[in-house]
């Protein structure tokens, strides 16, 4: 199985928690706006992170998105995650990606989820690796079954 964590980052947190999931998943990472949909021929599990950006996905996640036609990830499987601060008006990211991913036909295998950063450029909260990495394994179960 090839997993690929795609993942934006602007301090280096989130980039963090894709290498744990990239790593828990036996995959690799790398930076959106290294890649673009047409490089995802082969990818079975497809693992989408960003932060959060004023409510929404941040804009370089929001370019890669606009470029996934209806349909196109038919087939392949896919999770969304996204970094945010602990604050009751953070927004969401994960939850807008799921549905994109939904829309252009992949087969999502978890609940979009949030880590914590304790301010805008970090830390990640205590024990957000670990849950990163236990995220990561409920995929893994999911895939399974
Ligand atoms: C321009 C900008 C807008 C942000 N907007 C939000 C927001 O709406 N909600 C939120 O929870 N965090 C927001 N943040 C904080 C990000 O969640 C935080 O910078 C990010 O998770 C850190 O991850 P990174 O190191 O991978 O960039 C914002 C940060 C920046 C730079």
Redesign the pocket.
């Known amino acids: 199985m090839s997993a690929l964590v795609v993942?934006?980052?602007?301090?280096?947190?989130?980039?963090?928690?894709a290498a744990a999931i990239a790593d828990a998943l036996g995959g690799s990472a790398v930076l959106v706006s290294t890649v673009s949909p047409d490089s995802l021929t082969g990818v079975d599990l497809l693992v989408l992170g960003?932060?959060?950006?004023?409510?929404?996905p941040?804009p370089r996640m929001l370019a890669f998105l606009d470029q996934l036609g209806a349909g196109s990830l038919r087939g392949i499987q896919a999770a969304a995650f996204?970094?945010?601060?602990?604050?009751p008006?953070?927004?969401d990211?994960a939850g807008k990606v799921t549905r994109k991913l939904k829309s252009a036909g992949a087969h999502v295998l978890a609940r979009p989820t949030?880590?914590i950063?304790e301010?805008?450029?970090?830390p990640?909260a205590d024990g957000e690796l670990d849950r990163a990495r236990e995220w990561a394994d409920s995929i893994v179960t999911a895939l399974a079954s």
């Open positions: 993942f934006d980052s602007n301090y280096g947190n989130t980039e963090s928690v960003c932060p959060i950006n004023g409510w929404r941040s996204d970094t945010r601060l602990r604050s008006i953070h927004g990211a949030g880590f950063v301010g805008k450029t970090g990640l």
